[in-house]
């Protein structure tokens, strides 16, 4: 196999390439020409470029690319993911490409160049889980270790097993790199490590050095976590750079796959005066960030942490639009947590709205879930849908909408399953009468609750 494939040595600066250039593999071997095609927006954004020159065809340059998660891609002629073993890579890949440990880390995502140095042997040694290596050691080869998943581990285990000073060491040698560190796969635990378990003066000097790079730092898969990990243990004093970046970019963290999870974390770790500025921005949007994706769960930790005016503000607008909203794939999440965090009039608002047509939300696939979460949680809610639904009778009654439907019907068993031995027994009695209603399409599975209804003397 190694026979098959031209040795390549790896220039020494990496540079951005066409995608086209590039032959994309996948885990199974598979040959994806269309690289660009086939590739998320973040993938493209997250591939490291390295040019590569066949020492076979020295004029006609290789391209190979790594990308952290993912497809792989590779140059034309290389075997696929598969078929690399541990051997192989040894024989192949010594002194060009390396990666972390072979049989735990063996990703092609995980390589860093090597050009012209073998891979350190402090790392090496860490691989070999040599209890000899010291910190000391590794102090010298930071990067080379802290940026290896069996290294990162390594380093972490030691600020957490050690004392202040530890980390203080750790930090001595990190403090240059800690951008880096913060926006790789593996020195991001580096970091966050090193914010936990250093002296205070020394984490909020780390801390310090992301400002003024937050709002990218957010918005980066791995960055992000640092800047969680920061917030949560920030100091008072440092809360205002914080707020200050944020400012302004609110909503458009929230749309953000990685940056929401930091304004969640705002809002969760911070104090109430400090998320203000967060709860306002989202009021000016609150509908919007209802119906979104990650702009929903933005509106639960409002719900749970934010002071009783705040949670009023952002709602203002969204009761306003809660019958929609009941029934929006992203929004039903925002009533149900109103029917748990909200207070007692929003609670009763949701209910009447329910109830106002309960076969038509209970049948509907999203604000089924806010019947069932509103009879789980809202006191005498759940008497007061039984009511409902049995308010009237007939194949076009509330009662067989939610047999008959795909939804519905779940409503229908978890009544049957706790209510009143006289509730059940009227449920039981229409749910019978309704025939072929019952037994055809998904009404035929709560036929096995009526048999428990009649075993239970009901």
């Known amino acids: 196999l190694a026979q098959a494939v031209p040795v390549m040595s790896v220039s020494s600066e990496l540079v951005p390439v066409e995608v086209q250039q590039s032959v994309m593999v996948g885990p199974d071997g598979t040959d994806w020409s269309d690289a660009s095609g086939l590739m998320t927006d973040y993938q493209q954004q997250q591939m490291w470029y390295a040019p590569m020159t066949s020492l076979a065809s020295p004029m006609e340059p290789v391209f190979m690319v790594a990308i952290p998660t993912g497809p792989y891609m590779m140059p034309a002629g290389m075997p696929s993911v598969s078929d690399m073993d541990e051997a192989w890579y040894d024989q192949y890949y010594g002194g060009h490409w390396v990666g972390g440990h072979h049989g735990e880390n063996g990703r092609w995502g995980n390589w860093r160049r090597n050009e012209g140095y073998q891979v350190s042997p402090v790392l090496r040694r860490i691989w070999d889980a040599d209890e000899g290596v010291t910190l000391t050691e590794v102090l010298d080869v930071l990067m080379d270790v802290a940026l290896d998943r069996a290294g990162a581990a390594w380093i972490c285990e030691r600020i957490a097993d050690g004392d202040q000073k530890t980390a203080e060491h750790v930090m001595f040698g990190?403090?240059?790199?800690?951008?880096?560190?913060?926006?790789?796969e593996f020195g991001r635990e580096v970091v966050t490590a090193l914010i936990e378990r250093a002296s205070p003066d020394t984490a909020n000097n780390l801390v310090s050095q992301l400002f003024g790079h937050l709002l990218?730092?957010?918005?980066?898969?791995?960055?992000?976590?640092?800047?969680?990990?920061?917030?949560?243990?920030?100091?008072?004093?440092?809360?205002?750079?914080i707020q200050e970046e944020l400012r302004g970019e609110v909503v458009s963290c929230i749309e953000s796959a990685h940056a929401n999870f930091v304004i969640q974390?705002?809002?969760?770790?911070?104090?109430?005066?400090?998320?203000?500025?967060?709860?306002?921005?989202v009021s000016e949007q609150a509908v919007y960030l209802a119906r979104h994706r990650f702009g929903c769960r933005v509106h639960q930790r409002i719900l749970?942490?934010?002071?009783?005016?705040?949670?009023?503000?952002?709602?203002?607008?969204?009761?306003?639009?809660?019958?929609?909203?009941?029934?929006?794939?992203?929004?039903?999440?925002?009533?149900?947590?109103?029917?748990?965090?909200?207070?007692s009039d929003l609670q009763e608002a949701v209910v009447k709205t329910l109830l106002s047509d309960i076969g038509g939300f209970g049948s509907h696939k999203h604000s089924s879930n806010v019947v069932e979460k509103a009879m789980a949680v809202v006191p005498d809610a759940r008497d007061r849908v039984i009511d409902a639904i049995l308010a009237h009778r007939g194949a076009r009654s509330p009662l067989a909408a939610l047999a008959s439907s795909k939804y519905g019907n779940f409503v229908i068993q978890h009544i049957l399953e706790d209510c009143t031995p006289v509730q059940r027994k009227e449920l039981g009695d229409r749910l019978r009468a309704l025939g072929s209603v019952l037994r055809r399409g998904f009404g035929k599975h709560l036929i096995p609750l009526l048999g428990k209804s009649d075993s239970r003397g009901c």
């Open 174 to 184: 990190a403090q240059p790199h800690v951008l880096s560190l913060a926006v790789h």
């Open 216 to 241: 990218d730092l957010s918005r980066h898969p791995h960055g992000c976590r640092v800047v969680q990990h920061a917030i949560e243990h920030c100091p008072k004093e440092l809360q205002g750079p």
């Open 265 to 281: 974390k705002c809002i969760q770790s911070l104090p109430r005066l400090a998320t203000h500025f967060i709860v306002q921005e």
């Open 304 to 343: 749970e942490h934010a002071s009783e005016s705040d949670v009023k503000s952002v709602l203002a607008e969204v009761m306003r639009s809660r019958n929609p909203l009941t029934c929006d794939e992203f929004g039903n999440y925002v009533v149900q947590h109103i029917l748990e965090f909200g207070a």
